[in-house]
């Protein structure tokens, strides 16, 4: 839990401090919104007064301020502050989405020339985001929500813990209507480099195949809604694996991707050896598995690995990946969800069988309110307003 509070002294300071129970805050939430009156104590009696206000869980804040606490539960998180400015003699320009060690400084106004506050806070949907160690969430555009690896000193290794964070946030993700479209990253140097060699050395074959190691990275491949990987660096072993769960793959002209697992006397364990032999075919999937040889962005489109690579100068593959999210998230979600399990369905089923399915979903979508609303818009020549119903 973090809180701002305020410094006192000659200059106005507000400081950030850690540690109030969530429950603490909820008890005094109307002594918290509570417009204080700051003058006619003594210091003995502010100093008293402080320490009670302190292990209660809030600070008084003068010149009619109405402050709001959010939890935050992770260790060094960001302090999310709700600030309502109700009548303010303070010029105030600070970051409070800053580390917890950041310091805010404000300066004093005179009552007759008052200047307009300048604060700068975390957006509402920002706010509410849960807080992960070992990866970073956002919603960049509208309908979509970034999540990227954060592991930079084991470039970005698949340990059970990071993958534990992934699937509950991808989980988050899908059942929350105002997301639809995902994108999924690392940074420049590595996407993921592999799974964690160190925490898988010494594992025994009854604790793996009892344990079902591994089996939990196939949450990713039942989400409904598209993941979009924005790869560059090294995709390699379970970063190259993580990446072909994806519904579509964009390449930075830097990413590598490979199966070196031969290299240390093991095969693909999360799905490398099937998922690219349905990508790439069977001759070039075997040379990745038994040679280890790498590949780069540029082969990997060549062979249908990825979508495409994106060049420098187009902004970036992340920001490549975010376009392409906010387009699908402008469409129709249930439609989006429906192409999504056709699709899919082609590498589960024979080809009579996936025509035969494509065109069961395909009536069925006539039973949305979307697909009347689509096809009014279009013989009517306007743009739809979808329900995503």
């Given at each position: 839990?973090?809180?701002?509070?305020?410094?006192?002294?000659?200059s106005?300071?507000?400081?950030?401090?850690?540690?109030?129970a969530?429950?603490?805050?909820?008890?005094n939430?109307?002594?918290?919104?509570?417009?204080?009156?700051?003058?006619?104590r003594?210091?003995?009696?502010?100093?008293?007064?402080?320490?009670?206000?302190?292990?209660?869980?809030?600070?008084?804040?003068?010149?009619?301020?109405?402050?709001?606490?959010?939890?935050?539960?992770?260790?060094?998180?960001?302090?999310?502050?709700?600030?309502?400015?109700?009548?303010?003699?303070?010029?105030?320009?600070?970051?409070?989405?800053?580390?917890?060690?950041?310091?805010?400084?404000?300066?004093?106004?005179?009552?007759?020339?008052?200047?307009p506050?300048s604060?700068?806070?975390m957006?509402?949907?920002?706010?509410?985001?849960?807080?992960?160690?070992?990866?970073?969430?956002?919603?960049?555009a509208?309908?979509?929500?970034?999540?990227?690896?954060?592991?930079?000193?084991?470039?970005?290794?698949?340990?059970?813990?990071?993958?534990?964070?992934?699937?509950?946030?991808?989980?988050?993700?899908?059942?929350?209507?105002?997301?639809?479209?995902?994108?999924?990253?690392?940074?420049?140097?590595?996407?993921?480099?592999?799974?964690?060699?160190?925490?898988?050395?010494?594992?025994?074959?009854?604790?793996?195949?009892k344990?079902?190691?591994?089996?939990?990275?196939?949450?990713?491949?039942?989400?409904?809604?598209?993941?979009?990987?924005?790869?560059?660096?090294?995709?390699?072993?379970?970063?190259?694996?993580?990446?072909?769960?994806?519904?579509?793959?964009?390449?930075?002209?830097?990413?590598?991707?490979?199966?070196?697992?031969?290299?240390?006397?093991?095969?693909?364990?999360?799905?490398?050896?099937?998922?690219?032999?349905?990508?790439?075919?069977?001759?070039?999937?075997?040379?990745?598995?038994?040679?280890g040889?790498?590949?780069?962005?540029?082969?990997?489109?060549?062979?249908?690995?990825?979508?495409?690579?994106?060049?420098?100068?187009?902004?970036?593959?992340?920001?490549?990946?975010?376009?392409?999210?906010?387009?699908?998230?402008?469409?129709?979600a249930?439609?989006v969800?429906?192409?999504?399990?056709?699709?899919?369905?082609?590498?589960?089923?024979?080809?009579?069988?996936?025509?035969?399915?494509?065109?069961?979903?395909?009536?069925?979508?006539?039973?949305?309110?979307?697909?009347?609303?689509?096809?009014?818009?279009?013989?009517e020549?306007?743009?739809?307003?979808?329900?995503?119903?």
């Amino acid at each position: 839990m973090t809180r701002c509070v305020q410094v006192p002294g000659e200059s106005q300071r507000w400081m950030l401090a850690d540690d109030v129970a969530s429950e603490q805050i909820a008890a005094n939430r109307e002594q918290m919104t509570a417009m204080v009156d700051d003058g006619g104590r003594n210091e003995e009696e502010e100093e008293e007064e402080e320490e009670e206000e302190e292990e209660k869980g809030h600070m008084n804040v003068p010149a009619r301020f109405r402050v709001g606490y959010v939890p935050n539960r992770a260790v060094g998180g960001p302090a999310r502050v709700v600030v309502n400015v109700i009548d303010v003699d303070l010029g105030i320009d600070c970051d409070l989405s800053t580390s917890p060690s950041a310091i805010c400084t404000s300066s004093t106004t005179t009552s007759t020339a008052r200047a307009p506050p300048s604060v700068r806070l975390m957006s509402t949907e920002a706010q509410q985001e849960k807080q992960y160690e070992f990866i970073l969430t956002s919603r960049p555009a509208d309908g979509v929500a970034l999540i990227t690896l954060n592991r930079p000193k084991a470039l970005n290794a698949l340990s059970t813990p990071l993958f534990t964070e992934l699937n509950d946030a991808v989980k988050r993700f899908d059942e929350d209507d105002s997301v639809r479209a995902l994108v999924l990253t690392g940074s420049d140097r590595a996407f993921a480099a592999g799974a964690d060699i160190k925490e898988m050395k010494d594992k025994q074959f009854s604790e793996v195949f009892k344990g079902k190691f591994l089996e939990s990275w196939g949450l990713l491949t039942t989400i409904r809604k598209p993941i979009i990987a924005a790869v560059s660096g090294y995709a390699l072993g379970g970063g190259c694996e993580l990446a072909l769960m994806c519904d579509i793959i964009l390449a930075s002209p830097t990413a590598i991707f490979g199966q070196p697992e031969i290299n240390i006397g093991v095969i693909p364990g999360g799905g490398g050896s099937q998922r690219l032999a349905h990508a790439i075919g069977k001759s070039r999937t075997m040379e990745m598995v038994l040679t280890g040889r790498n590949v780069s962005a540029k082969e990997a489109a060549d062979w249908g690995m990825v979508s495409r690579v994106v060049s420098d100068d187009e902004g970036g593959v992340v920001k490549a990946a975010i376009d392409m999210a906010a387009v699908i998230a402008s469409k129709s979600a249930i439609a989006v969800q429906a192409g999504k399990e056709v699709v899919n369905a082609a590498f589960e089923h024979t080809l009579a069988e996936g025509l035969r399915y494509e065109r069961r979903i395909f009536h069925g979508m006539f039973a949305t309110k979307d697909q009347k609303e689509g096809m009014s818009a279009f013989a009517e020549k306007r743009k739809p307003k979808w329900s995503h119903s």
